[in-house]
Nanobody, 111 residues
Framework: QVQLVESGGGLVQAGGSLRLSCVAS????????MTWYRQAPGKQRESVAA???????AYTDSVKGRFTISRDNAKKSVYLQMNSLKPEDAGVYYC?????WGQGTQVVVSS
């Protein structure tokens, strides 16, 4: 019943910013920990940032200080603010609640 839909990806120059959104449908959003993953071409999908139901966050080392994950339970949404983007940040970004995946949104960073 739960579905996740990402948006906000696009083409940016290195050093720029994007804000990704993931909107959930269905019940019980506030109970889920939410995670952003990304997958670059030819590479394994990796966890980027996570936020628990109580708001505790965690980040992979490569994005610490540049990315911020947040959530708005009233809107059933989770966000990823990405600043100081680097070419190595490019890839398809996915929202995940531990069971269901979104369709992904592409991020392209030009140098």
């Amino acid at each position: 019943q739960v579905q996740l839909v990402e948006s906000g990806g696009g083409l940016v120059q290195a050093g720029g910013s994007l804000r990704l959104s993931c909107v959930a449908s269905g019940p019980n959003f506030s109970f889920y920990s939410m995670t952003w993953y990304r997958q670059a071409p030819g590479k394994q999908r990796e966890s980027v940032a996570a936020i628990t139901s109580s708001g505790i966050t965690a980040y992979t080392d490569s994005v610490k200080g540049r990315f911020t994950i947040s959530r708005d339970n009233a809107k059933k949404s989770v966000y990823l603010q990405m600043n100081s983007l680097k070419p190595e940040d490019a890839g398809v970004y996915y929202c995940h609640n531990g069971r269901v995946w979104g369709q992904g949104t592409q991020v392209v960073v030009s140098s």
